[in-house]
């Protein structure tokens, strides 16, 4: 099904060569910078307004993610997402799913997302505001299942009330701010966020012996990974116990999280096939990517230093590095141009995206053939055991989909999960034929009425309204 094996293998060989120049050109230490390191804040300052006396640089620097406003962009349009509606029908993102924007916009939008609902829990708060810590004191263990609308959302509103200013806008004192990864008083980072400490600690590793390089990326590991809520506590649990591969976090959740009773993130509108969600796992695709595994941090590309007023600081604006690839990049690449750097990053993108459409759409029919299969009155148990399959297929794109470096983390892991995907989804598919053929149903008719479902979701122009499509007189609803 990928079609990209090939660019993948020159790849590989091209990193061979890559490595000897990187060597050579990554012995200089950055450069210390004079900052207090004795702030005079309270140990549980957490506004980000309070930092802004003591360190107007940073502050400076930080203000800069306030251009990474912009407008709400939807990734259900024809041109980015198509086939989303249709894969996660049933589930609130086929409603609003939207590009990231900058961390000083995290509280808004979350604040404003028509995703959150009566059912929601303090859980979705989580990586949205520094204001966590300070929730988590006064709720303790009910902050996780507390009610998001009711409970938690107002109470931010109050803890946060007066820290304002006027060039963060409403929210934008308390959205992802310093406190998040730094102690006020010694400015050392550190780690807020109890999920990330307790997911280490069951896999041995101490946080207090971390290296200054490993915190440059744990600080990230805090909020962009994989989660789930775990069953009864609802508590934010990172599935790392297997390890952090695609496959490890899969064999996770279906045999501890499944034992521990959790069997679903929804239930599928088109399949019925009980789903499973992922979310932004950056950090696990770094981990066993090239950069990863060479101790490159998140920080070294996604926060180079930068001169203002002449003194070199950590860029505290996050986006991407491609804005700034002589500092992200040719620090190590200085044999490769800024031009060929970009490109190379571009080349890897295109790959993926393409391969990923590929196994999208593959999924997409998987969904469709067990919906047949469902209204032919198919055996329940080659239904189930197609079920199954459709819901693994979907996962292991779903998990690389969700991954938001459209591949360049970690190229050949994403490859490797995108072909365990579409060989459970080809399974899937497989299992159905002989049924539907066992049962004389019209094969033919069927691949119309897929394309036609397909189009018809396509075309309407309206992102908000596409998941009304994805079901139909011919494919009813499974939900
Ligand atoms: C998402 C995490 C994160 C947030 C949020 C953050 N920082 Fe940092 N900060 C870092 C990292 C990583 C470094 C590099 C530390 C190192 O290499 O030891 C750093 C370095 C610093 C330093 C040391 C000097 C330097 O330039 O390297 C200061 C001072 C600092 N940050 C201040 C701030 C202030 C003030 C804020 C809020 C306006 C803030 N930081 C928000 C992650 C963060
Ligand atoms: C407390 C949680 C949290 C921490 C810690 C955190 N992030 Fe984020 N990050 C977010 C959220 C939430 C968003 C999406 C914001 C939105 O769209 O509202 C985001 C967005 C981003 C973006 C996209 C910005 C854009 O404009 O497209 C980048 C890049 C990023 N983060 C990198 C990092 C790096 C690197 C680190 C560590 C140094 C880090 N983040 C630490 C929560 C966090
Ligand atoms: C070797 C450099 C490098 C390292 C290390 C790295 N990234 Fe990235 N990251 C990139 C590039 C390049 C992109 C793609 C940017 C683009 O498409 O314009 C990216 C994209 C992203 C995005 C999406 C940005 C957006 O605007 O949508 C996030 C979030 C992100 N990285 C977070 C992280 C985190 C967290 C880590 C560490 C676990 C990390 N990155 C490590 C280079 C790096
Ligand atoms: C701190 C040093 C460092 C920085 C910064 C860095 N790299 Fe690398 N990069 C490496 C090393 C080391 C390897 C080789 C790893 C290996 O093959 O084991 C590598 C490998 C690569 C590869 C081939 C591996 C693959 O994933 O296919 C590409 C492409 C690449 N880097 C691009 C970039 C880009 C683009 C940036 C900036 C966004 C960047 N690098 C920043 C050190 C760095």
Redesign the pocket.
Known sequence: MIRSRGSVIT??L???V??LF??A??TSEPIAVDVPRDTGLPADTFLTSAFAEEFPIHFESYLGNMERGGEYASKLTVDVEPNLPMLWSNLAFSVSYNMPRGHTFALADVLATPRIGDASIGSCMTCKSTAVPALLAEFGDDYWSASFLGEIAPRTRELIEGGEMDELGEYGHAGVGCADCHDPQTMELRITRPSLTNALERQGVDLLEASRNDMRSYVCAQCHVEYYFYPETRKVTFPWDRGLRAEDMWEYKEEVARERGFEADWIHGISGAPMLKAQHPEYELWSY???G??G??CA??HM?YQRIDGRKVTTHVWGS??ET?EQ??R???ADQSATD??E??RG?QERHLSAMHEVQDLSVDAHYYINRMITAGADPAVIDEARELVRKGQWFWDIIAAENSDG?????GAMDAMRMSSDASNAAIRIATAELVRLGVDLDELRDQIDRTKQEVYDEPDPLRKHELVTNDFFPFQG
């Open positions: 790849t590989g091209l990193v061979v890559g490595v990187v060597a050109a990554c990517g090239a950069h595994t060479a490159v941090s070294d590309c180079p590095p491609l690839v992200s990049c620090t190590c690449h750097l970009t190379r990053v890897i360049f983390h970690n190229p050949h």
